[in-house]
């Protein structure tokens, strides 16, 4: 029997690259694998839905779309659309490994409901030599999670990817994480502009949730299997680099929500672990703006760090558990932190 995929790809005015990332998806077929591709064209104004549309009008595997919402709704959007039982996210400048599938079968194979592999940086003229993607590694829920917030002693890779599209998921996950995306960013202001309007931060949450759903463990393919191509209107290149503040701050306030969603679950362990790191890299960002004299969001940033504190204290068998956690990360916070972004 096939397995089908759809991958939702948001573009605009990207008609150079675009094709080159459709058909990188659509390379993913194979006996077992049948991929689908969603367009939505954000009003592009350099021809590229009328190039999509020529170029794809006899496929029955590419839709192309129209709609003039802005990147996190036409996400949402995108995400209505699917009709299949396996799903992710592409971007228009990036590509997929051409052995994106080996992920997919092995996924199938384990009965999992998801699977994640990893992504490299390469500058857009080129396209990075991949390999077959044949050594996985199989990890507890929880301590793969627990990686997102400095705990990897345990995981082969010293950094972990944020962007969607080194994952295959559950589409029903992907509209699950609409409800919580939106109900989180909607709570404050500070949430709403990086998270739904520079959509830094509900990448990381698809992973999050995936991951904190997960039954089990949680496969991960030791390989590079997607590109994030770099060039000067790539989001890696035009937003700060997370040694600024702007991607370390959407990604903070991604990890806040798991943290919520383990509390929630009465999970004190893991809560207070994740908290450890989060008072921390929240003072270390907060720290940073001061230093470089960029006060805005300082005040949301302190409200965010108290609330986190707040709620652990309230819960004095967290207490603990966050001191030892605290000890634990006491050297991890001084050393520079990768974070891999959507290009």
């Known amino acids: 029997m096939e397995t089908e995929i759809t991958f939702v790809l948001p573009t605009r005015n990207r008609k ?52 003039g919402c802005n990147f996190m709704e036409a996400c949402f959007y995108g995400v209505g659309l699917i009709k299949t039982e396996l799903a992710t996210f592409m971007y228009d400048d990036d590509i997929l490994s051409g052995y994106f599938s080996g992920m997919i079968n092995h996924m199938i194979e384990h009965k999992k409901d998801f699977v994640m592999g ?43 990817p944020v962007s969607p599209i080194c994952c295959v998921t559950k589409a029903d996950l992907l509209r699950d994480w609409i409800c919580h995306v939106t109900e989180f960013a909607n709570k404050y202001i500070m949430r709403e502009y990086f998270m739904l309007k520079k959509n830094i931060g509900p990448d990381l949450m698809i992973y999050l949730l995936s991951i904190l759903t997960n039954k089990n463990d949680v496969c991960v393919a030791s390989a590079t299997v ?89 819960n004095m068998a967290c207490i603990n558990a966050l001191i030892a956690a605290l000890s634990l990360l006491r050297e991890n916070v001084r050393k520079k932190t990768h974070e891999t972004s959507p290009a």
């Open 16 to 67: 150079t690259w675009v094709k080159r990332a459709i058909d990188s998806c659509l390379n993913c077929e194979n006996n077992t694998i049948k991929p689908y591709v969603v367009v939505i064209d954000g009003e592009s104004e350099d021809g590229t839905y009328d190039y999509l549309k020529e170029a794809y009008m006899h496929n029955t595997r590419v839709q192309i779309l129209k709609n």
């Open 118 to 160: 990893y992504g490299q940086v390469c500058n857009i003229e080129r396209i990075y030599p991949f390999k077959p993607v044949t050594d996985f590694q199989h990890y507890p829920n929880l301590q793969l999670l627990l990686g997102y917030y400095g705990y990897r002693d345990a995981i082969t890779y010293t950094f972990l």
């Open 226 to 314: 997607a590109q994030f191509s770099e060039h000067p209107t790539s989001m890696t290149v035009s937003y700060e680099t997370y040694m600024n503040t702007d991607l370390a701050i959407g990604y903070w306030l991604a990890r806040i929500w798991a943290f919520e969603y383990l509390l929630k679950k009465n999970n004190r362990r893991e809560s207070a672990k994740c908290a450890s790191y989060l008072v921390l890299s929240g003072l270390h960002i907060l720290m940073r703006k001061i230093r470089m004299r960029r006060l805005k969001w300082s005040l949301a940033i302190i409200r965010e760090v108290s609330a986190i504190c707040l709620k652990i204290l309230k």
